[in-house]
């Protein structure tokens, strides 16, 4: 399959007046999508400062202008930074001023996040404030390599990068899934996924872009609406991330979940249980793969793939020990089932033949250097292999947390942490979710002052940088962290522990940032 570019899909659809994007009651062909995008694409033109990068920032829901920005972006040789709303003070301050934004289009509901922080004098301006004079789709010419978006991922330190995502980055795995899946004109594709996010827009809005589907967008994703969302809309297809099918298999079942026209669901890190008794529920097809912001590697999945299996690496991926860099072994599995030789068969996920779809990070050589190392591209991302070549998800080198479909660092909030007068020492890790993924959890140190939960919890809700899914599940208070001899925190040995281990344990209670005594038994 040739590379297309997002321009030259979205030039395609210039005269197609079938719906394109819907969203509450609203309906845009795509001719009308495409003429706005190109009005907004003229006003680019006239308001950027070409002699600089041309970075547009949006910290939107996933409305409407979201997509006709990206199509003006792509028509006036600009490039879209989508903003974490979940980010607060400082943090989202430094992912604006990194991605050198000229300005940020705020929803009016966001502006207040933005307000009294430092931008470096970069201008925030109504999300919709726009000409609405028409203008020639006349859009300036697009190769596969151009940059068309910046996507924040948090990275191994907490501090997130934002990874340049090119024309062909977005436009390629929207039209391999659009024809690998057969979606055509008569399709519509289910956008709840935040588009800040890269699993919205390359596995949900580009998917719908190529094949000439109509795209229903939600607003934010919601378990309970997505059922009544999927009959009002007709979806036929939909993408995730994470835990969203494990919250819709939780709301009550009812016997008609199976009268929908739902056909295929397609993302990545779902719970293998729960997808499986989605599958059965709405009388669907759900397939889970893998994914990144990044990309850089790849997978084949075909009907023999075993559950919870990411599919056989293609031809460019290996499993290398992280240490030597020596290919690993296949696995080798207990009369349990347990892996019997982790050791040696779990390593990183590798492509041998070079960066692949990864077109580097935005201003952070020495991430890019990091990840592109002896000609190859390191993910970070940990497997192994069985007998036959299929490949399974291990977990993730250095210090990460994988919560709810996104990375988090550990450092941040361990920053945060210690501005409490009590706290002297902290160490931020994960233990695993009861459904998939991590929960965060903190294990402190205080002066010897007495530290009451409630108290505690007041205190991280008053931090304007702790973003919600920073919010420690458990807490635990100990006389000091455990360390090597080179002073390193042993975290591997915290998060075995769990909640089980010596000290006093907090699990937050309720939608609220407070604390309770948790049950003494183990995560």
């Given amino acids: 399959m040739s590379v297309p570019t997002v321009t030259e899909l979205l030039l395609a659809r210039a005269g197609d007046e079938r719906p394109g994007l819907r969203f509450e009651d609203e309906t845009h062909t795509w001719a009308s999508h495409v003429r706005a995008s190109a009005c907004r694409a003229a006003d680019l033109r006239e308001t950027l400062d070409w002699a600089k990068p041309p970075h547009v920032g949006v910290l939107a829901d996933n409305v409407p202008e979201f997509s006709l920005l990206l199509g003006a972006c792509a028509f006036a040789g600009a490039v879209l930074v989508g903003l974490n709303p979940t980010r607060r003070g400082a943090a989202l301050a430094r992912d604006i001023r990194l991605a050198d934004c000229q300005f940020v289009l705020a929803e009016r509901k966001y502006q207040p996040l933005l307000a009294g922080l430092d931008l470096g004098g970069i201008e925030v301006r109504e999300l919709d404030s726009w000409s609405t004079a028409a203008a020639p789709i006349d859009p300036v010419p697009a190769s596969p390599d151009d940059l068309l978006m910046l996507i924040f991922t948090s990275g191994t330190s907490g501090d997130p990068k934002a990874v340049r995502c090119t024309h062909g980055k977005i436009a390629f795995p929207g039209a391999m899934l659009a024809e690998r899946f057969r979606l055509s004109a008569s399709d519509t594709v289910y956008v709840s996924m935040p588009m800040f996010h890269s699993n919205a827009i390359m596995a949900g809005w580009a998917v719908g872009l190529a094949a000439g589907a109509s795209i229903a967008l939600r607003r934010r994703f919601s378990a309970s609406g997505f059922l009544p969302d999927v009959r009002k809309f007709g979806v036929t297809y939909a993408n995730y991330v994470g835990k969203p099918l494990s919250y819709v298999v939780a709301t009550p079942p009812q016997p008609d979940d199976a009268d929908n026209p739902l056909r295929l669901v397609y993302g990545n890190e779902g719970a293998s249980a729960d997808l499986a008794a989605f599958e059965k529920r709405f009388g669907c097809k759900v397939i889970d793969a893998f994914g990144s912001t990044e990309g850089g590697v790849g997978f084949a999945r075909t009907d023999d793939t075993p559950p919870g299996s990411l599919g056989r690496p293609t031809a460019d991926v290996a499993i290398r020990h992280p240490h030597t860099g020596r290919p690993c072994p296949p696995a080798e599995f207990a009369p349990d089932g347990s892996l019997a030789n982790a050791g040696e068969a779990v390593g990183e996920l590798v492509n041998t033949s070079g960066a692949g779809w990864f077109a580097g990070y935005y201003r952070d050589p020495e991430a890019d250097a990091e990840r592109l190392r002896d000609g190859r591209f390191h993910t970070g991302d940990l497997a192994y292999a069985d007998a036959a070549g299929f490949c399974y998800f291990a977990g993730r080198l250095g210090d990460w947390l994988r919560v709810d479909g996104e990375n988090l660092g ?114």
Wanted: aromatic residues 6%.
């Fill in 410 to 523: 550990t450092a941040p909030i361990e920053r945060i942490l210690l501005r409490h007068p009590a706290i002297t020492d902290t160490a931020v890790y994960a233990v695993p979710d009861r459904v998939t993924g991590d929960q965060v959890m903190a294990a402190i140190v205080t002066d010897g002052s007495p530290l009451d939960p409630a108290e505690f919890g007041r205190f991280l809700a008053a931090q304007p940088d702790l973003g919600p899914k920073q919010v420690p599940r458990y807490v635990r208070t100990v006389g000091e962290l455990p360390r090597t001899s080179t002073f390193k925190v042993l975290k591997r040995r915290l998060s075995a522990e769990g909640v089980s281990g010596p000290g006093v344990v907090w699990e937050r209670v309720g939608p609220d940032i407070a604390y309770a005594a948790a049950a003494d038994t183990p995560v």
